[in-house]
């Protein structure tokens, strides 16, 4: 009886530790264990030959039971007929756009390089008055009305012989989470936003998030 409750417990097939290396590092043994089979029939027929170079590095010799890449010659990009033909992707700064949008209003603000403002509009500028400000139907007419500010200086811009190679790309900031950002949005997708659509380089998020800090103002009663 005591025999049968010490006897020792046999573990599943599918819960033993599988000790065995996988596929792709016996291939690896097998190719090195023939390569040096290989090397040692040549070297027997001529023992005084010296051991293979690498075609690619003539100062490192090949090592079979290593898995990576033997390192490259020194210099042996320095002389590349493409080392000097690299382009890179923002060839400079460019206008910005930006979109603040709060639960009062919406304004849309467009500047050069610099920072200095070119264009701005507002959903008051646009003839609406309290809440009414801050819709989605003012965020629209605000948008709007900037492709048109933008049409006019990109034509400007591209105008001027100095700006040939200089291209008229807009980095787009985006402010806050009011009706004004989707309205936006929403219009660089209609046939009116393909101008500034087409030459936007970037989008950025400058939303403050708050995390921890002091207390929240509290909500006014409506």
Known sequence: MFALRCAPRQLPAARLPFLRPPRIWAGYA???HSMNSMLASLTAHNPDSPPPIHP?????TPNPHSLEPPPAPPGAFADSETAGDFIPTKTGPFHRFHCHSTRNNTINTFTDPDGAVISWISGGSNGFKKRNRSSYEAGYQCAVKMFENIEKEAKS???NPENFEKPFKIDLFCKGFGQGRDALFKALMTAQGDV???RIASVTDRTPLKIGGTRSRKRKRR
Do not use: W
Request: aromatic share 8%.
């Open 30 to 32: 097998d190719e090195a």
């Open 196 to 198: 500034v659509r087409n």
């Open 157 to 159: 811009y591209e105008a």
């Open 56 to 60: 690619q590095n003539p100062h490192s």
